[in-house]
């Protein structure tokens, strides 16, 4: 059986990893101070019907609320006029009036700008965000996600005998300088709603006007080689970290 160890997560609670958890973590703090990383052959497999292979050029050392803020210029300035052409070979959106679309596309407008005043406001107050900070926790710079149970109706972290939690992932957030398709993939497809598929062209056209923050994963059989702070890691080198999830 593995040997867990305590930490003590930036907000107090104490949180239990496995050895390789924690090695990631302290690997991953001292990353954020070089910044620069390069993952090849990558294959991920969230949202993908056939995975892709791809090799990443990222960035782990910025600052989220700077991000943020560019994120929030870059929407406000994005106009019905910039999606409304994209929406002639949707299935739902396609039927919809000129009318009935520039509503959509206003409400949904709104409802993101909303979200990231909160986030740069610090408002935790929401429902949605108050689950977040329940069930995920800061090591440092780097962020985990908790083991959960769903507690009437709503998720909560598995606190044990102890009164401590233990660490179901550990989060690699990034941002994309670069990506090359090695082997093209398929996404699935998702029966999303209109206004979904409104706020997914408004997030498009987002992502090409400001930089996205996005999650990596990295497991023993996803990738074929990740370099950071000029040192290579290959798979078999994660050999001990067969239950960890970076993503």
Request: with cysteine; charged share 30%.
């Amino acid at each position: 059986m593995t040997q867990l160890m305590t930490v003590t997560a930036n907000d107090g609670r104490k949180v239990k990893l496995t050895p390789a958890q924690a090695q990631a973590v302290k690997t991953l703090n001292a990353a954020r101070r070089g910044g620069c990383a390069a993952v090849k052959g990558y294959v991920p497999t969230s949202n993908w019907e056939v995975s892709p292979i791809q090799d990443i050029q990222l960035l782990t050392n910025f600052s989220v609320a700077r991000l943020y803020q560019r994120r929030l210029e870059a929407l406000k300035a994005i106009e019905f006029a910039d999606v409304v052409e994209k929406v002639s070979g949707d299935e739902k959106l396609g039927n919809m009036t000129i009318p009935e679309l520039k509503k959509l596309f206003d409400d949904r407008k709104a409802m993101l700008i909303g979200s990231l005043e909160k986030s740069l406001d610090g408002d935790r107050d929401d429902a949605h965000r108050a689950a977040h900070d329940r069930c995920y926790a800061h090591i440092g710079e780097v962020k985990v996600h908790l083991d959960t149970e769903k507690v009437n109706g709503a998720m909560e972290p598995v606190v044990d005998s102890d009164g401590e939690v233990k660490v179901k992932t550990v989060m690699v957030n990034y941002l994309e300088l670069n990506v090359k398709t090695v082997k093209a993939g398929k996404r699935k497809v998702v029966n999303s709603g209109a206004p979904v598929r409104m706020g997914n062209l408004i997030e498009s056209c987002l992502n090409k006007r400001s930089v996205g923050l996005r999650t990596l994963s990295l497991k023993e059989d996803n990738f074929q080689e990740f370099k950071i702070d000029n040192r290579v890691i290959e798979p078999g080198e994660l050999e001990d970290f067969r239950d960890l999830l970076l993503g």
